[in-house]
């Protein structure tokens, strides 16, 4: 990360991205009528509360979305296979047909955040998983 400059109480730092994705940012920062600043600033804090749960403890309850590639060599039956490994966890998913290839499952989750985090890893590791992202809240 490059330089920070402190300006009665905050700061200005440089960050180096690639070309094409500033030219994109900025068009949507435009179109969204703010600056670049507090686009970033509302990125940073969606970053920090989409992750801030991994360094929880206690339970969580939400939704965990995997898109992968349904053409991929036995991607269906490991994940299912991983969420029956997760039983515990596992309320119910929901199977979304995106197009030909790409599939979005929705797995609804409730248990400890540790056996949690494993699932998220397991579904990672699965061949033709593309992306999982996880949309988490703390219990009592």
Not at 99 to 119: F, Q, S, T, Y
Request: with cysteine.
């Amino acid at each position: 990360m490059g330089s920070t400059i402190s300006l009665s109480g905050v700061r200005r730092f440089s960050v180096t991205v690639p070309e094409d994705l500033l030219e994109e940012f900025d068009a949507l920062v435009s179109e969204l009528g703010c600056t670049r600043s507090s686009a970033i600033q509302r990125a940073m804090r969606q970053f920090m509360a989409e992750h801030s749960w991994m360094s929880g403890k206690g339970s969580v309850a939400g939704v965990l979305a995997v898109i992968y590639d349904h053409e991929a060599r036995g991607a269906d039956e490991v994940l299912i296979d991983v969420q029956h490994r997760f039983l515990e966890l596992v309320s119910a998913s929901l199977h979304v047909h995106l197009d030909e290839r790409n599939c979005l499952l929705a797995i609804a989750i409730r248990g400890d955040v540790k056996r949690v985090k494993k699932l998220v890893v397991e579904l990672e590791k699965i061949r033709g998983v593309k992306q999982v992202r996880a949309l988490l809240f703390p219990t009592v």
